[in-house]
């Protein structure tokens, strides 16, 4: 099946320690996206990818590291700076390139959870 | 980027009735999403619109593109209680991320 695969679907942080959020495309998708979900606070924008090896920050990238090193995968590492980590992360991807594709819109995974121990 | 302001935050209505809701920017956008989220899992697409005016619908739900695109309306008629969930609007332009607003999340009793 074609689709976004986000691992693991919960994860716990012990303090002082990085963990790495898995995002995985089979859909040829060019750019990909991590946002940060709390309660009551809407969807917010950590790091984006529109091509392989190149990213950008998004509003909240403070504690926040990425990689796009092939099409098909953009894992996020919330590193011990992060001191606020708990929450629900979500990654999604779309087409970009093309004649008529710069509108398409994003397409999400099913989300990790991540908590504080 | 910018928060979009989304109305009502929340919504408690019977089944059977019909439901509305609203996004507004400050700033134009040539794309309009919505979404819908259910408990635990990712936002899923309903509707996407493209042009100041375009009149949308998926069963149930309408959509609207503002003729100012500045806003966008999302109608769900004769709501069922699968319709609960948390609804999001998305307003974008080519090449640049999405903005989100924060949602509208709506319960449906039997």
């Known amino acids: 099946d074609g689709g976004i695969t986000q691992s693991p679907k919960y994860l716990f942080r012990k303090e002082g320690q990085n963990v790495t959020l898995s995002c995985e495309q089979n859909?040829?998708?060019?750019?990909m996206y991590w946002y940060r979900q709390d309660p009551g606070q809407g969807l917010r924008l950590i790091y984006y990818?529109?091509?392989?090896?190149?990213?950008q920050k998004g509003d909240i990238a403070e504690g926040y590291s990425v990689s796009r090193e092939k099409k098909e995968s953009f894992p996020l590492t919330v590193t011990s700076a992060q001191k606020n980590p708990t929450a629900f992360y979500l990654c999604?991807?779309?087409?970009?390139?093309?004649?008529?594709?710069?509108?398409?819109?994003?397409?999400f995974g099913d989300g990790t959870r991540l908590s504080i121990l | 980027g910018q928060q979009l302001n989304q109305s009502p935050q929340s919504m408690f209505i019977q089944e059977g009735e019909d439901v509305s809701m609203n996004c507004t920017s400050s700033?134009?956008?040539?794309?309009w999403l919505w979404y819908k989220q259910d408990p635990g899992e990712g936002p899923v697409l309903l509707i996407a619109?493209?042009?100041?005016?375009e009149l949308t619908s998926n069963g149930r739900l309408t959509a609207q593109f503002g003729i100012t695109r500045k806003d966008s309306f999302l109608n769900i008629s004769a709501s069922i209680p699968s319709d609960v969930g948390i609804y999001f609007c998305?307003?974008?332009?080519?090449?640049?991320?999405?903005?989100f607003g924060k949602g509208t999340s709506l319960l449906v009793t039997p």
């Open positions: 999604a991807s779309r087409i970009i390139s093309g004649f008529g594709y710069s509108n398409q819109p994003q397409h």
């Open positions: 859909l040829n998708h060019d750019a």
């Open positions: 990818s529109q091509i392989v090896n190149d990213f």
């Open positions: 700033s134009i956008f040539n794309t």
């Open positions: 619109l493209y042009k100041a005016g």
């Open positions: 998305a307003g974008g332009l080519s090449g640049y991320a999405l903005n």
